[in-house]
């Protein structure tokens, strides 16, 4: 569903009218950045609501049994996400839509990692390992969500380039101001 949110957007992207206001690529595309943060974010707290019920409903035994295949899909999974990860790092800088992806491949290395070590804590050492691994998991994968929801709406309203752009801009802007001045002068 996140995937198909970017590619909704980036399909409505290229049928924007420049020509109209407010409008334009990159507010839509940021737009569509803000709602794949907050899907991700939704997930996060299902998470959390599901770990936190199976912890207070508790457990008889010490441990859980121990399930090698949902482990071997979860290495799988791991693997796959470095490899999605490692592309999507590579071309981050060019789209904002790949730098999200680059984003949840990142966060998706780290819950699956994490979750293989609390998956075989909660079946080796203490049953509570696992559901409390993911609500840590899920609370940290929020706030790294809505971090990044925060910084793609200081995009969408507007933020202002650091002073020695902003210099380089007017230099620039006053030199080409200059030059037209003169070339009037002498053709005037």
């Known amino acids: 569903?996140?995937?198909?949110?970017?590619?909704?957007?980036?399909?409505?992207?290229?049928?924007?009218?420049?020509?109209?206001?407010?409008?334009?690529?990159?507010?839509?595309?940021?737009?569509?950045?803000?709602?794949?943060?907050?899907?991700?974010?939704?997930?996060?707290?299902?998470?959390?609501?599901?770990?936190?019920?199976?912890?207070?409903?508790?457990?008889?035994?010490?441990?859980?049994?121990?399930?090698?295949?949902?482990?071997?899909?979860?290495?799988?999974?791991f693997c796959t996400k470095l490899s999605l990860f490692l592309y999507c790092w590579a071309l981050r800088n060019q789209y904002s839509q790949v730098r999200i992806l680059w984003e949840d491949h990142r966060n998706d290395l780290f819950i699956n990692g994490f979750g293989i070590l609390t998956s075989v804590g909660g079946s080796k050492l203490r049953w509570w390992i696992d559901p409390m691994g993911a609500v840590i998991l899920s609370v940290l994968i929020s706030c790294l969500w809505l971090r990044t929801a925060y910084s793609e709406f200081q995009l969408l309203v507007g933020v202002t380039a650091d002073i020695k752009t902003q210099q380089l801009i007017t230099y620039i802007g006053e030199s080409l101001a200059q030059s037209s001045c003169v070339h009037i002068d002498v053709c005037g």
């Open 1 to 77: 569903a996140t995937n198909l949110t970017l590619m909704l957007c980036h399909k409505a992207v290229a049928r924007v009218d420049p020509r109209k206001f407010p409008a334009g690529k990159a507010r839509l595309e940021t737009a569509g950045n803000i709602c794949f943060c907050f899907l991700m974010t939704a997930v996060s707290f299902i998470l959390i609501v599901f770990s936190v019920r199976e912890l207070s409903i508790g457990s008889d035994e010490d441990t859980r049994r121990f399930h090698l295949p949902s482990v071997i899909a979860v290495v799988v999974a």
